[in-house]
């Protein structure tokens, strides 16, 4: 018997979500504060504003009517943020306490497409896709200005950096750059060179000279006293932002001469340094590896020393300003999650497998990113080795790729191999030790990779190009995709799982096949092998989940409750429960011997293709097509000790509760009871002090004592024993006590007053109709009691002996 205790204590009651990563940029507009502590990023209908030292979101600001931002714009101070919706509203924000100060109309036609505050963090001017460009003073509450005359879309606004000068710069879609001034409330000139859309406008410290860029692969030196250009400089890809950079040598960026130098960033993906006067391209960053680096923002923090910028694919990076070395990465948007994985021996970091071609490798404690470049389309899945610090990916570039983290969290490639005709669809790694890995993919096949010593040998340290894998077998396993690999715990045995309906089973290394699992009405899309048991789990579309014994292949159990497709399923608690997700977004915890759902998590809005457990069992990591990867943490063990310390206090409450009772202390005895939240304590509290000689009076002071809180809780119980003919005295006596004492003002303020009354009144009628008809019938009785004439009884005969 204590065994079996045991064994029932070891299981999981529940998991609970420890740290959620969500998209927080979704694209558009990304700012730092001037102390380069806080980023600021669009994300949809929110502003999400993230702390950049541990990577989390400090806030997500949403305006009332819960419509897309379209701009926003933080003030030179940091103190105030101004959001812009499409619902045409200004909402004004006291950011750091995540609170709307100020909300007004937009005024606009149309949605504000552009916003900028003034150097004195005074002044607003929000540029509007109806053409106009006004200015708002968010001191005092009023618009100021109202420009028109700029065709189209208003894309960008920015103010002169000195404010004495009242200048502001706008640009339309006719790519001229329209110079008003706020005095005269008219426009000084148009400046016309442009041939598109200009991006981004910057000043000189003195004021004198401006920059802008545009996507016409030019970037325009001007002077603003002539307001004509002075310089054109060909930079030969779209530009999506340059900045100014400090007049002060800067031998890491070529900037050894003074004058006007300026980094770009555009289409090419490369930040690049320019001499104004000479034209020349004075330093180029390393190229990246891998696709989708064109930089869509960049931005300067003179005061943190910091260069922001941001990348198609909604990776955010801050570079050293000086330097150009890259001090941090973000992911801002990690799309379809397809897999996950716990990295390293103490599972410090996990490894996500979004809907691109890169990896993205997550310091769990700091967020801090990695992003891996290698393959060139999606990648499908991934699965790591005992040891954690080695781990593979497979992808629809009909590739695999062998990653190892060094003890500073820092990943490399070391191996790739090919060889698949298609996509490679799952990929296991050997559990022993780290001697091969099998992979499936949708050619119906798998192959068999032993990694070379040249990688398990812990002298060598590859460098360079990564090493080549050859498969050692391939073997025509299903007539469908082959959804699911797995390797047994000895290394003797492999599981495929295949859209053909069925499960096999193969000896390794020659991959014979031993037997084949039928059963599941749908494809299959997960098999694994039992830690502990030879036993096989399989997942499918049809919604079920089936173990199966490998002696016989017989079918063990079914386990029905997901209301789609079952797409993973993992062993923990020893192979005694399973952890199971689905296409219907729920995780579900299974303990096997009672083929029992003993939870259901549900934070994903969306199939959770990616799950993984830690090598503790106390924790779990899953991933889904709703972006969001979520960390779990077990905490069965924190609840039941909850659970006893609770069971512990009612105990002492209790015995306490008998005690006042006793000792005829019924105010503290109903308040003590009241606290405990147990309907029919309170109800034998109130019976007993009904049962006192002054019982009315006594009643009405101590339900008159109690608290606000407390009446309302008594009210809530009244309307349960109001339902039952036997408690409805003691619950009419308690509302006869509130509704002669209480004013009406305190009683509307009780919660839930309305439903209360509605529950009671059809009770209240009922129990007064059984009254009268009880009253009615003892005065009849009465009645023919007093009227009945009772015939006298006969005298007794006289005996005939007598």
């Given at each position: 018997m204590?065994?079996?205790?045991?064994?029932?204590?070891?299981?999981?009651?529940?998991?609970?979500?420890?740290?959620?990563?969500?998209p927080?940029?979704?694209?558009?507009?990304?700012?730092?504060?001037?102390?380069?502590?806080?980023?600021?990023c669009?994300c949809?209908?929110?502003?999400?504003?993230?702390?950049?030292?541990?990577?989390?979101?400090?806030r997500?600001?949403?305006?009332?009517?819960?419509?897309?931002?379209?701009?926003?714009?933080?003030?030179?101070?940091?103190?105030?943020?101004?959001?812009?919706?499409?619902?045409l509203?200004?909402?004004?924000?006291?950011?750091?306490?995540?609170?709307?100060t100020?909300?007004?109309k937009?005024?606009?036609?149309a949605?504000?497409?552009?916003?900028?505050f003034d150097?004195t963090?005074?002044l607003?001017?929000?540029?509007?896709?109806?053409g106009?460009v006004r200015?708002?003073?968010?001191v005092?509450?009023?618009?100021?200005?109202?420009?028109?005359?700029?065709?189209?879309?208003?894309?960008?606004?920015?103010f002169?950096p000195d404010?004495?000068?009242?200048?502001?710069?706008?640009?339309a879609?006719?790519?001229?750059?329209?110079?008003?001034s706020?005095?005269?409330r008219?426009?000084?000139?148009?400046?016309?060179a442009h041939?598109?859309a200009?991006?981004?406008?910057?000043?000189?410290?003195?004021?004198?000279?401006?920059?802008?860029?545009?996507?016409d692969?030019i970037?325009?030196v001007?002077?603003?006293?002539?307001?004509q250009?002075?310089?054109t400089?060909?930079v030969?890809?779209?530009?999506?932002?340059?900045?100014?950079?400090p007049?002060?040598?800067?031998?890491?960026?070529?900037?050894?001469?003074p004058?006007?130098?300026?980094?770009?960033a555009?289409?090419?993906?490369?930040?690049?340094?320019?001499?104004?006067a000479?034209?020349q391209?004075?330093?180029?960053?390393?190229?990246?590896?891998?696709?989708?680096?064109?930089?869509t923002?960049?931005?300067?923090?003179?005061?943190?020393g910091?260069?922001?910028?941001?990348?198609a694919d909604?990776h955010?990076l801050?570079y050293?300003?000086?330097?150009?070395q890259?001090?941090?990465?973000?992911?801002?948007?990690?799309?379809?999650?397809?897999?996950?994985?716990?990295?390293?021996?103490?599972?410090?970091?996990i490894?996500?497998?979004?809907n691109?071609?890169?990896?993205?490798?997550?310091e769990l404690?700091?967020?801090?990113c990695?992003?891996?470049?290698g393959?060139?389309?999606?990648?499908?899945a991934?699965?790591?080795?005992?040891?954690?610090w080695?781990?593979?990916?497979?992808?629809?570039?009909q590739?695999?790729?062998l990653?190892?983290?060094n003890?500073?969290?820092?990943?490399?490639c070391v191996?790739?191999?090919?060889?698949?005709t298609?996509?490679?669809?799952?990929v296991?790694?050997?559990r022993?030790?780290?001697?091969f890995?099998?992979?499936?993919s949708?050619?119906?096949?798998?192959?068999l990779?032993?990694l070379?010593?040249?990688?398990?040998s812990?002298?060598?340290?590859?460098?360079g190009?990564p090493?080549?894998?050859?498969?050692?077998?391939t073997q025509?396993?299903?007539d469908?995709d082959?959804?699911s690999?797995a390797?047994a715990?000895?290394?003797?045995?492999?599981?495929?799982g295949?859209?053909?309906?069925?499960?096999?089973?193969?000896a390794?290394?020659?991959?014979?096949l031993?037997?084949?699992?039928?059963?599941?009405?749908?494809?299959?899309?997960c098999?694994?092998?039992?830690?502990m048991?030879?036993?096989?789990?399989?997942a499918?579309?049809?919604?079920t989940?089936?173990l199966?014994a490998?002696?016989?292949?017989s079918c063990l159990?079914?386990f029905?409750?997901?209301?789609?497709?079952?797409?993973?399923?993992?062993?923990?608690?020893?192979g005694?429960?399973?952890?199971?997700?689905?296409?219907?977004?729920l995780?579900?915890?299974?303990?096997?011997?009672?083929n029992?759902?003993?939870?259901t998590?549900?934070a994903?809005?969306?199939k959770?293709w990616?799950?993984?457990?830690?090598?503790?069992?106390d924790?779990?990591?899953?991933?889904?097509?709703?972006s969001?990867?979520?960390?779990?943490?077990?905490?069965?063990?924190?609840?039941?000790?909850?659970?006893q310390a609770?069971?512990?206090?009612q105990?002492?409450k209790?015995?306490e509760?008998d005690n006042?009772?006793h000792?005829?202390?019924?105010?503290?005895?109903?308040g003590?009871?009241?606290?405990l939240?147990?309907?029919?304590?309170?109800?034998?509290?109130?019976?007993a002090?009904?049962?006192?000689p002054?019982?009315?009076?006594?009643?009405?002071n101590?339900?008159?004592s109690?608290?606000?809180?407390?009446?309302?809780?008594?009210?809530?119980?009244?309307?349960?024993?109001?339902?039952?003919?036997?408690h409805?005295?003691?619950?009419?006596?308690?509302l006869?006590v509130l509704?002669?004492?209480?004013?009406p003002?305190e009683?509307l303020?009780?919660?839930?007053?309305?439903a209360?009354?509605?529950?009671?009144l059809p009770y209240?009628e009922?129990?007064f109709q059984r009254?009268s008809?009880?009253?009615q019938?003892?005065t009849?009785?009465?009645?023919?009691?007093?009227n009945?004439?009772?015939?006298p009884?006969?005298?007794?005969?006289?005996?005939?002996?007598?």
């Amino acid at each position: 018997m204590a065994e079996a205790a045991a064994g029932v204590s070891r299981f999981k009651a529940n998991y609970a979500v420890q740290h959620k990563m969500e998209p927080f940029y979704k694209g558009g507009k990304v700012q730092l504060d001037q102390a380069g502590q806080h980023l600021f990023c669009m994300c949809g209908t929110r502003v999400s504003v993230l702390e950049v030292a541990s990577g989390t979101v400090l806030r997500s600001l949403e305006q009332e009517d819960q419509e897309d931002i379209t701009a926003f714009d933080l003030s030179p101070d940091d103190q105030v943020l101004v959001t812009a919706s499409r619902a045409l509203l200004l909402a004004q924000w006291a950011w750091r306490e995540g609170s709307v100060t100020r909300l007004w109309k937009a005024v606009h036609t149309a949605p504000v497409a552009a916003m900028a505050f003034d150097p004195t963090s005074t002044l607003l001017a929000t540029g509007g896709c109806d053409g106009a460009v006004r200015v708002w003073d968010v001191v005092r509450h009023y618009g100021t200005h109202h420009l028109r005359g700029s065709p189209g879309v208003v894309h960008l606004v920015a103010f002169h950096p000195d404010p004495a000068r009242l200048l502001l710069f706008s640009s339309a879609a006719d790519a001229a750059i329209r110079v008003w001034s706020l005095q005269s409330r008219s426009c000084l000139a148009v400046l016309t060179a442009h041939y598109s859309a200009v991006t981004s406008l910057v000043f000189s410290a003195d004021g004198h000279t401006m920059l802008s860029s545009g996507r016409d692969k030019i970037c325009i030196v001007w002077d603003l006293q002539s307001h004509q250009s002075m310089r054109t400089v060909p930079v030969f890809e779209s530009v999506e932002a340059a900045v100014l950079l400090p007049d002060k040598p800067m031998p890491e960026l070529g900037v050894k001469s003074p004058g006007l130098h300026f980094l770009t960033a555009g289409s090419q993906g490369l930040l690049r340094v320019w001499e104004a006067a000479s034209g020349q391209c004075v330093y180029t960053e390393p190229r990246p590896p891998g696709p989708g680096r064109e930089l869509t923002h960049c931005a300067l923090a003179p005061a943190a020393g910091l260069l922001l910028s941001v990348t198609a694919d909604h990776h955010v990076l801050l570079y050293e300003a000086s330097s150009l070395q890259l001090r941090k990465q973000f992911a801002g948007y990690t799309e379809e999650v397809l897999d996950v994985r716990f990295l390293g021996p103490e599972d410090s970091h996990i490894v996500v497998a979004s809907n691109s071609p890169c990896l993205k490798v997550f310091e769990l404690q700091t967020s801090a990113c990695q992003i891996l470049h290698g393959h060139t389309d999606i990648v499908l899945a991934l699965d790591v080795f005992r040891k954690g610090w080695l781990f593979a990916s497979c992808a629809k570039d009909q590739s695999i790729r062998l990653w190892r983290m060094n003890k500073a969290g820092q990943v490399a490639c070391v191996a790739q191999g090919s060889g698949h005709t298609h996509s490679v669809g799952t990929v296991c790694c050997s559990r022993l030790k780290e001697s091969f890995l099998v992979t499936g993919s949708q050619d119906c096949t798998v192959k068999l990779w032993p990694l070379p010593e040249v990688l398990l040998s812990k002298s060598s340290a590859p460098s360079g190009s990564p090493i080549l894998l050859q498969a050692q077998a391939t073997q025509r396993c299903h007539d469908k995709d082959i959804n699911s690999v797995a390797i047994a715990p000895n290394d003797k045995l492999l599981a495929t799982g295949s859209q053909d309906r069925t499960a096999k089973l193969w000896a390794l290394p020659q991959c014979q096949l031993l037997g084949v699992f039928s059963g599941h009405r749908r494809g299959l899309w997960c098999v694994q092998f039992s830690p502990m048991d030879q036993v096989l789990a399989t997942a499918s579309a049809d919604g079920t989940i089936k173990l199966w014994a490998l002696q016989d292949f017989s079918c063990l159990k079914t386990f029905e409750g997901h209301d789609a497709s079952v797409l993973k399923v993992a062993f923990v608690s020893r192979g005694t429960q399973l952890l199971s997700s689905g296409s219907d977004g729920l995780v579900k915890l299974w303990t096997i011997k009672s083929n029992e759902c003993v939870r259901t998590l549900d934070a994903h809005e969306d199939k959770v293709w990616g799950l993984h457990c830690s090598r503790l069992d106390d924790r779990a990591l899953t991933g889904g097509s709703d972006s969001r990867v979520i960390l779990w943490k077990d905490v069965t063990e924190e609840e039941q000790v909850q659970e006893q310390a609770r069971l512990e206090e009612q105990v002492v409450k209790q015995q306490e509760l008998d005690n006042l009772l006793h000792e005829r202390r019924f105010l503290r005895a109903l308040g003590l009871a009241i606290s405990l939240d147990r309907p029919h304590t309170v109800l034998t509290v109130i019976q007993a002090i009904r049962r006192d000689p002054e019982a009315c009076e006594q009643l009405e002071n101590t339900v008159l004592s109690l608290r606000h809180d407390q009446k309302e809780a008594l009210l809530r119980f009244c309307v349960t024993w109001n339902t039952n003919s036997r408690h409805c005295h003691e619950a009419q006596a308690v509302l006869g006590v509130l509704l002669r004492h209480e004013p009406p003002e305190e009683l509307l303020a009780y919660e839930g007053l309305q439903a209360a009354l509605e529950a009671l009144l059809p009770y209240t009628e009922r129990h007064f109709q059984r009254l009268s008809r009880t009253l009615q019938q003892a005065t009849f009785l009465d009645f023919l009691w007093h009227n009945m004439k009772l015939s006298p009884l006969p005298a007794p005969q006289p005996s005939e002996t007598t």
